[in-house]
Protein backbone atom coordinates (compact mmCIF):
# COMPACT_ATOMS: atom_id res chain seq x y z
CA UNK A 1 0.00 0.00 0.00
CA UNK A 2 1.32 3.77 -0.70
CA UNK A 3 2.23 5.73 2.11
CA UNK A 4 -0.06 8.62 1.15
CA UNK A 5 -2.58 7.85 -2.30
CA UNK A 6 -4.79 9.87 -4.23
CA UNK A 7 -6.75 10.28 -7.16
CA UNK A 8 -4.86 11.88 -9.34
CA UNK A 9 -7.82 12.88 -11.50
CA UNK A 10 -8.45 15.00 -13.15
CA UNK A 11 -11.55 16.71 -11.90
CA UNK A 12 -12.98 18.95 -14.25
CA UNK A 13 -16.01 20.72 -11.99
CA UNK A 14 -18.17 23.88 -13.59
CA UNK A 15 -17.86 27.12 -11.64
CA UNK A 16 -20.04 27.34 -8.51
CA UNK A 17 -19.77 22.96 -8.17
CA UNK A 18 -19.10 21.44 -4.84
CA UNK A 19 -16.30 19.17 -5.29
CA UNK A 20 -14.54 16.93 -2.53
CA UNK A 21 -10.94 14.96 -2.44
CA UNK A 22 -9.98 12.32 -0.24
CA UNK A 23 -6.39 11.12 0.60
CA UNK A 24 -5.91 7.85 2.33
CA UNK A 25 -2.55 7.33 3.91
CA UNK A 26 -0.75 3.80 5.37
CA UNK A 27 1.10 4.80 8.68
CA UNK A 28 -1.66 4.69 11.52
CA UNK A 29 0.92 6.64 13.83
CA UNK A 30 0.62 10.09 11.29
CA UNK A 31 0.34 13.02 13.32
CA UNK A 32 -0.64 16.18 11.16
CA UNK A 33 -1.85 16.44 8.26
CA UNK A 34 -2.24 18.97 5.68
CA UNK A 35 -3.71 20.19 2.02
CA UNK A 36 -1.56 22.26 -0.25
CA UNK A 37 -2.27 23.55 -3.55
CA UNK A 38 0.04 23.70 -6.38
CA UNK A 39 -0.87 26.20 -9.32
CA UNK A 40 1.28 25.01 -12.50
CA UNK A 41 4.88 25.67 -12.68
CA UNK A 42 4.43 27.17 -9.21
CA UNK A 43 5.68 26.22 -5.35
CA UNK A 44 3.46 24.20 -3.44
CA UNK A 45 1.32 26.74 -1.40
CA UNK A 46 -0.21 25.58 2.04
CA UNK A 47 -4.04 25.92 1.87
CA UNK A 48 -5.17 23.75 5.35
CA UNK A 49 -3.61 22.20 8.22
CA UNK A 50 -6.27 19.25 9.39
CA UNK A 51 -6.83 19.13 12.63
CA UNK A 52 -9.12 16.42 14.75
CA UNK A 53 -11.77 17.91 15.02
CA UNK A 54 -12.34 19.39 11.21
CA UNK A 55 -11.75 22.71 10.09
CA UNK A 56 -13.41 25.42 7.72
CA UNK A 57 -11.99 28.47 6.15
CA UNK A 58 -14.36 30.03 4.28
CA UNK A 59 -15.42 27.75 1.14
CA UNK A 60 -13.12 25.13 2.45
CA UNK A 61 -13.52 22.07 4.75
CA UNK A 62 -11.02 20.02 5.62
CA UNK A 63 -12.16 16.01 7.78
CA UNK A 64 -9.96 13.98 9.42
CA UNK A 65 -10.91 10.10 9.89
CA UNK A 66 -8.19 8.58 12.18
CA UNK A 67 -9.69 5.40 12.40
CA UNK A 68 -9.99 4.98 8.71
CA UNK A 69 -7.13 6.94 8.03
CA UNK A 70 -8.12 8.97 5.46
CA UNK A 71 -8.47 12.39 5.16
CA UNK A 72 -11.04 14.83 3.14
CA UNK A 73 -10.80 18.26 1.39
CA UNK A 74 -14.35 19.71 0.34
CA UNK A 75 -14.42 22.81 -2.17
CA UNK A 76 -18.23 24.54 -2.26
CA UNK A 77 -18.90 27.40 -4.57
CA UNK A 78 -15.78 27.04 -6.73
CA UNK A 79 -13.89 29.16 -8.54
CA UNK A 80 -11.66 29.40 -11.63
CA UNK A 81 -9.05 30.36 -9.29
CA UNK A 82 -9.27 27.45 -7.77
CA UNK A 83 -8.05 25.06 -10.60
CA UNK A 84 -4.59 23.74 -9.18
CA UNK A 85 -3.11 20.32 -8.28
CA UNK A 86 -4.18 19.35 -4.76
CA UNK A 87 -1.77 17.94 -2.88
CA UNK A 88 -1.99 15.75 0.30
CA UNK A 89 0.32 15.60 2.56
CA UNK A 90 1.02 13.70 6.00
CA UNK A 91 3.78 14.03 8.94
CA UNK A 92 4.24 10.53 10.24
CA UNK A 93 5.49 11.42 13.57
CA UNK A 94 5.65 13.59 16.18
CA UNK A 95 8.51 16.74 15.45
CA UNK A 96 9.28 14.79 12.32
CA UNK A 97 10.96 16.81 9.59
CA UNK A 98 9.73 14.31 6.95
CA UNK A 99 6.86 14.85 5.12
CA UNK A 100 5.20 12.64 2.94
CA UNK A 101 3.30 13.77 -0.41
CA UNK A 102 0.54 12.53 -2.38
CA UNK A 103 1.18 12.33 -6.20
CA UNK A 104 -1.48 15.03 -6.02
CA UNK A 105 -5.19 15.70 -7.56
CA UNK A 106 -5.98 18.18 -10.55
CA UNK A 107 -8.67 20.09 -10.63
CA UNK A 108 -10.05 22.48 -13.24
CA UNK A 109 -13.01 24.28 -13.36
CA UNK A 110 -14.79 25.49 -15.84
CA UNK A 111 -16.58 28.40 -16.70
CA UNK B 1 7.98 38.53 6.69
CA UNK B 2 6.05 35.79 5.87
CA UNK B 3 7.80 34.06 3.02
CA UNK B 4 10.44 32.44 1.66
CA UNK B 5 12.94 33.87 -1.12
CA UNK B 6 14.74 31.83 -3.73
CA UNK B 7 17.35 33.09 -6.32
CA UNK B 8 17.96 32.78 -9.47
CA UNK B 9 14.62 32.23 -10.48
CA UNK B 10 15.82 30.62 -13.60
CA UNK B 11 19.09 28.82 -13.63
CA UNK B 12 20.65 27.19 -17.19
CA UNK B 13 24.14 25.41 -16.66
CA UNK B 14 26.47 23.53 -18.18
CA UNK B 15 27.46 19.92 -17.00
CA UNK B 16 31.27 21.51 -16.05
CA UNK B 17 29.52 24.56 -14.27
CA UNK B 18 29.74 25.63 -10.50
CA UNK B 19 26.73 27.49 -9.61
CA UNK B 20 24.76 28.24 -6.06
CA UNK B 21 21.10 28.25 -5.19
CA UNK B 22 19.97 30.68 -2.45
CA UNK B 23 17.12 30.58 0.11
CA UNK B 24 16.31 32.97 2.56
CA UNK B 25 13.48 33.53 5.66
CA UNK B 26 12.71 35.87 7.79
CA UNK B 27 9.95 34.33 10.09
CA UNK B 28 12.73 32.81 12.65
CA UNK B 29 12.28 29.29 11.28
CA UNK B 30 14.92 27.23 12.82
CA UNK B 31 14.10 24.19 10.07
CA UNK B 32 15.15 24.58 6.69
CA UNK B 33 14.93 22.18 3.74
CA UNK B 34 15.64 21.41 -0.36
CA UNK B 35 13.41 19.76 -2.26
CA UNK B 36 13.61 18.34 -5.97
CA UNK B 37 10.25 18.58 -8.05
CA UNK B 38 9.89 17.17 -11.38
CA UNK B 39 7.10 18.21 -13.59
CA UNK B 40 4.19 16.13 -12.57
CA UNK B 41 5.46 14.44 -9.37
CA UNK B 42 5.33 15.77 -5.64
CA UNK B 43 8.29 17.44 -4.23
CA UNK B 44 11.06 14.71 -2.94
CA UNK B 45 12.67 15.65 -0.08
CA UNK B 46 16.73 16.83 -0.27
CA UNK B 47 17.96 17.69 2.63
CA UNK B 48 16.79 19.20 6.65
CA UNK B 49 18.86 21.59 8.13
CA UNK B 50 17.55 21.84 11.84
CA UNK B 51 18.59 24.84 14.07
CA UNK B 52 21.15 25.09 11.65
CA UNK B 53 22.65 21.98 11.48
CA UNK B 54 22.53 18.80 8.83
CA UNK B 55 19.62 16.44 10.19
CA UNK B 56 18.70 14.54 7.11
CA UNK B 57 20.33 13.74 3.71
CA UNK B 58 18.12 11.80 1.94
CA UNK B 59 21.39 9.85 0.03
CA UNK B 60 21.53 12.65 -2.38
CA UNK B 61 24.58 12.50 -4.76
CA UNK B 62 27.41 14.80 -4.07
CA UNK B 63 27.51 16.67 -6.58
CA UNK B 64 24.52 18.86 -4.74
CA UNK B 65 26.22 20.06 -1.37
CA UNK B 66 24.40 22.19 1.11
CA UNK B 67 24.91 24.45 3.30
CA UNK B 68 23.76 26.71 6.07
CA UNK B 69 25.31 29.46 7.06
CA UNK B 70 22.97 31.34 9.69
CA UNK B 71 19.41 30.44 10.42
CA UNK B 72 17.91 32.40 7.89
CA UNK B 73 19.85 31.51 5.11
CA UNK B 74 20.38 28.15 2.95
CA UNK B 75 22.38 27.44 0.18
CA UNK B 76 22.73 24.97 -2.34
CA UNK B 77 26.14 24.35 -4.00
CA UNK B 78 25.60 22.61 -7.52
CA UNK B 79 28.79 20.65 -9.23
CA UNK B 80 28.97 19.01 -12.22
CA UNK B 81 25.14 18.32 -12.94
CA UNK B 82 23.98 15.52 -15.20
CA UNK B 83 20.52 16.87 -17.68
CA UNK B 84 18.74 14.34 -15.10
CA UNK B 85 19.24 17.06 -12.28
CA UNK B 86 16.98 19.37 -14.27
CA UNK B 87 14.04 19.78 -12.19
CA UNK B 88 12.75 22.66 -10.20
CA UNK B 89 14.56 23.03 -6.68
CA UNK B 90 12.22 24.69 -3.92
CA UNK B 91 13.40 25.16 -0.62
CA UNK B 92 11.63 25.46 2.31
CA UNK B 93 11.18 26.89 6.27
CA UNK B 94 9.22 25.43 9.54
CA UNK B 95 9.46 26.14 12.90
CA UNK B 96 11.01 23.02 13.78
CA UNK B 97 10.62 21.10 17.17
CA UNK B 98 6.93 21.40 16.69
CA UNK B 99 4.43 18.91 16.62
CA UNK B 100 2.85 20.09 13.44
CA UNK B 101 5.65 20.98 11.04
CA UNK B 102 4.05 23.60 8.86
CA UNK B 103 6.04 23.94 5.80
CA UNK B 104 6.48 27.05 3.44
CA UNK B 105 8.22 26.85 0.36
CA UNK B 106 9.67 29.65 -1.38
CA UNK B 107 9.12 29.86 -5.22
CA UNK B 108 11.93 27.92 -6.36
CA UNK B 109 14.96 27.81 -8.74
CA UNK B 110 13.90 25.92 -12.24
CA UNK B 111 17.09 24.92 -13.27
CA UNK B 112 18.20 23.36 -16.38
CA UNK B 113 21.60 21.43 -17.20
CA UNK B 114 22.79 21.09 -20.58
Known amino acids: RKEVEQDPGPFNVPEGATVAFNCTYS??????FFWYRQDCRKEPKLLMSVYSSGNEDGRFTAQLNRASQYISLLIRDSKLSDSATYLC????????????FGKGTKLSVIP | DTEVTQTPKHLVMGMTNKKSLKCEQH?????MYWYKQKAKKPPELMFVYSYEKLSINESVPSRFSPECPNSSLLNLHLHALQPEDSALYLC?????????????FGPGTRLTVL
Open chain 1, 27 to 32: NSASQS
Open chain 2, 92 to 104: ASSLGGTLLNEQF
Open chain 1, 89 to 100: VVNPGAGSYQLT
Open chain 2, 27 to 31: MGHRA
